[in-house]
């Protein structure tokens, strides 16, 4: 295992960060950008996680991340930006609003100064086809990005104007789901 105490911020691994895009109406978009974390994470990477519309504690993802060494946990930062709840477009309230934005805004900051060489935005696509971030921001923002930053986003319906600025794109399917059949959410697979 690398050994993160003194290593250099770019690990001179391409050059290159890309933006990419996990959306769709299948299971698994958060739960990939997590892994894409954790493997940057183990190669010394700074990673930011951003999770839109998401607050509280009850995420076994948020009980693994603060268990980690001390030194890969020294080069994580996430921050939820949302309450403790999920939003659809018929309950967003003004809280739900300012939580998102304000997220939002560290996010901004994180990519200008270029804090980081990943940065999650969990749930973005959530909150931009809501509205509340506004899309055309959010592509400025990414089209300026460093160029060494790996930017991600997550969350059903991608805006095409997002889609067509990212460099990967994939969109998770449902085929079969046993939500179908009525059996709920379960504590270490869906959150």
Known sequence: MENCENKLINPNWAQHGYIQVYTGDGKGKTTASLGLAMRALGRCWKVLIIMFTKGG???GELNSFMNLSPSIKNNLK???AGL???IYKNNETEDDVKEIQKGWEL???AIKNDEYQLIILDEANIAIDMGILDVNEVVDVLKNKPEEMEIVLTGRNANPKIIEIAHLVSEIKPVKHYWDTGIAARKGIEY
Do not use: L, T
């Open 84 to 86: 403790d709840r999920i």
């Open 78 to 80: 996430i921050v939820q």
């Open 57 to 59: 504690d009850d995420y």
């Open 107 to 109: 996010a901004k900051k």
